[in-house]
């Protein structure tokens, strides 16, 4: 069974940056879409961005845009990418990777089987 384990998180001062991995252990992703979700203490879990696996980005929640880029890596599609620009305070929060079988791409966390352990970023004023 694929195995998400995300990495890269960590504390940054307003403004700053990280780039945050989700490797898919000894296998490449499965299922049609990988995304990055993320969850705040006291808020549910949303969808950050989601791309189609191997393929086109589908999502971008309207408080990321411009900031936040979701990639794959060419040669190993094993490893997703969340690059995390001109960060905010109200970005705080654990990140989580997830793949999901769901066609098209969906934005619903309950679309998703698999996900990763999750990340921790936070994001100091």
């Known amino acids: 069974q694929v195995q998400l384990v995300e990495s890269g998180g960590g504390t940054v001062q307003a403004g700053g940056s990280l780039r945050l991995s989700c490797a898919a252990s000894?296998?490449?992703?499965?299922?049609?879409?990988v995304g990055w979700f993320r969850q705040a203490p006291g808020k549910e879990r949303e969808a950050v961005a989601i791309?189609?696996?191997?393929?086109?980005?589908?999502?971008y929640a309207d408080s990321v845009k411009g900031r936040f880029t979701i990639s794959q890596d060419n040669a190993d599609k094993m490893v997703v990418y969340l690059q995390m620009n001109s960060l905010r305070p109200e970005d705080t929060a654990m990140y989580y990777c997830?793949?999901?079988?769901?066609?098209?791409?969906?934005?619903?966390?309950?679309?998703?089987?698999?996900w990763g352990q999750g990340t921790q970023v936070t994001v100091s004023s």
């Open positions: 997830a793949s999901s079988w769901s066609a098209p791409c969906r934005v619903v966390s309950g679309e998703y089987q698999t």
């Open positions: 000894g296998h490449t992703f499965t299922g049609n879409c």
């Open positions: 791309k189609v696996t191997g393929g086109i980005v589908t999502y």
